[in-house]
């Protein structure tokens, strides 16, 4: 499942994405729900980001709809108040939220 398990013990400056995803995962509680946009930062996310339960992981594989993920996310938040959300999106998705 995993690019490279190494990945995510980088640590170099700029970070890696692999770790990045790590460092949130570590983060957020067991019950967090990823929001992923659409690039690069997805496979990422994909790979290297746990879910624990059904309807926790959400991202958009049709079409390309950068930038999507931050509404989607809100949207999400207000469907699910108790359960923290967090975004993993680009430079690129943010111009176009």
């Known amino acids: 499942r995993l690019y490279e398990p190494n990945d995510q013990e980088i640590q170099t400056s700029p970070l890696h994405p692999a770790r990045v995803v790590y460092l949130?995962?570590?983060?957020?509680?067991?019950?967090?729900?990823?929001?992923?946009?659409a690039g690069v930062h997805r496979s990422f996310?994909?790979?290297y980001w746990d879910t624990y339960a059904p309807k926790e992981f959400y991202l958009s594989t049709?079409?390309?709809?950068?930038?999507?993920?931050?509404?989607?996310?809100?949207?999400?938040?207000?469907?699910?108040?108790?359960?923290?959300?967090?975004?993993?999106?680009?430079?690129?998705?943010?111009?176009?939220?």
């Open 24 to 37: 949130a995962r570590k983060t957020f509680p067991k019950n967090a729900i990823a929001v992923a946009d």
């Open 45 to 47: 996310t994909i790979h």
């Open 62 to 97: 049709t079409f390309a709809p950068m930038g999507w993920a931050v509404p989607a996310a809100t949207g999400v938040s207000f469907a699910k108040p108790d359960q923290p959300v967090v975004v993993f999106t680009g430079d690129g998705c943010m111009l176009m939220s």
